[in-house]
């Protein structure tokens, strides 16, 4: 068994070769993502994966990353693993446990948590996770399934279709673009979106615009006479998911035009159209709480799963005071 440390250990012909192999493959734990990441300068990216005679049998890809001024980066570091990792089906509980293990012990010093937050079932592995040191919590998620255009329409509720066909009626249509001023205008639509409703940290304008620069980026906006009222950011894994990261909407103000349920469905319609089997619309909150972008989200026709969230807590202390400043300075806006 061995550890790779740096992708440069990691040889690229296996990694694509597991990407391909695994049911717990997604955009998030392939080369390309890797490459986005380490174009960013406000996050740190990381790459760890271990071999059993030879042949590479799991991936963990995120980044490190921390928000706001001094103090709250402080309170705030944190190590990401989006999508969970990428496993072999025949990895042993021992190989697994041995690269957790590596991850935390390089992870902890820099960091005052670690999260995986997974969108495919880890199920069979939650007990190697589990003694570890990981935690276990429950978050939702929808996958809909993308056969073909037509099935995927029809399994939009009733209200939704109705929203989508009205909404076109109405003039407003849906395109994927790379347009440098498009995206500024989406940009825009997004932070108020964040900054009033959202109340969490957004990452900056050049995380979008670097995405948009690999192919497997996907911008579509939602325009009405000319102006951009709404949009998506997908990534995607070819021929098996495309990924919803980022969706909003000028929700409201236009009669018969309903721009974030037009957005969704852009990047639904996209991936019926170029052969994905899914679109998934990365978390639906925890199952115990109310949250107004689950009842969104439940309107697609997706179907409803629970594959959780596993957390490691570096600095127990600290992740306590944090969260109690973080709550604090959340209520003062």
């Known amino acids: 068994m061995k550890i790779h440390s740096t992708i440069h250990q990691i040889d690229p012909i296996q990694w694509q070769q597991l990407i391909k192999s695994s049911e717990n493959a997604s955009f998030f734990q392939t080369p390309d993502c890797y490459e986005f990441y ?72 820099q960091t ?27 978050h939702l998620n929808f996958h809909v399934a993308t056969l073909d255009v037509e099935s995927a329409l029809m399994q939009l509720n009733t209200t939704k279709r109705r929203d989508v066909k009205l909404s076109i009626k109405e003039g407003a249509e849906w395109m994927e673009t790379k347009d440098t001023q498009d995206l500024k205008d989406y940009f825009i639509l997004l932070k108020q979106l964040y900054e009033i409703k959202i109340k969490t940290p957004l990452f900056p304008y050049s995380f979008f615009e670097r995405l948009l620069q690999f192919d497997n980026g ?19 894994l070819p021929q098996k998911a495309v990924y919803e990261w980022f969706v909003c909407g000028m929700d409201g103000q236009i009669k018969n035009v309903f721009p974030s349920t037009l957005a969704t469905w852009a990047g639904i319609e996209y991936a019926a159209k ?6 998934d619309m990365m978390g639906a909150g925890n199952p115990d709480e109310s949250y107004g972008v689950r009842e969104f989200k439940s309107k697609f026709g997706g179907k409803l799963v629970e594959h959780g969230r596993f957390l490691y807590i570096c600095k127990p202390m600290l992740f306590s005071l944090g969260k109690y400043m973080l709550m604090k300075l959340k209520a003062r806006k």
């Open 218 to 236: 996907k911008f579509f906006v939602v325009k009405h006479k000319g102006r951009i009222i709404g949009g998506s950011v997908c990534v995607m």
């Open 38 to 109: 380490s174009s960013l300068s406000f996050l740190k990216p990381f790459v760890f994966g271990v071999s059993e005679n030879e042949k590479l049998m799991a991936i963990i890809c995120g980044y490190i990353i921390a928000d706001g001024n001094l103090i709250k980066q402080f309170f705030s570091r944190r190590a990401i693993v989006p999508g969970g990792l990428l496993l072999d089906e025949n990895i042993k509980p021992h190989a697994l446990q041995k690269l957790l293990e590596y991850s935390i012990h390089s992870l902890k010093r």
């Open 112 to 138: 005052i948590y670690f999260e995986i937050r997974n969108y495919n079932d880890y199920s069979a592995f939650r007990s190697t996770f589990e003694k570890s040191g990981f935690s276990y919590n429950t």
């Open 274 to 279: 170029n052969g994905f089997d899914r679109f």
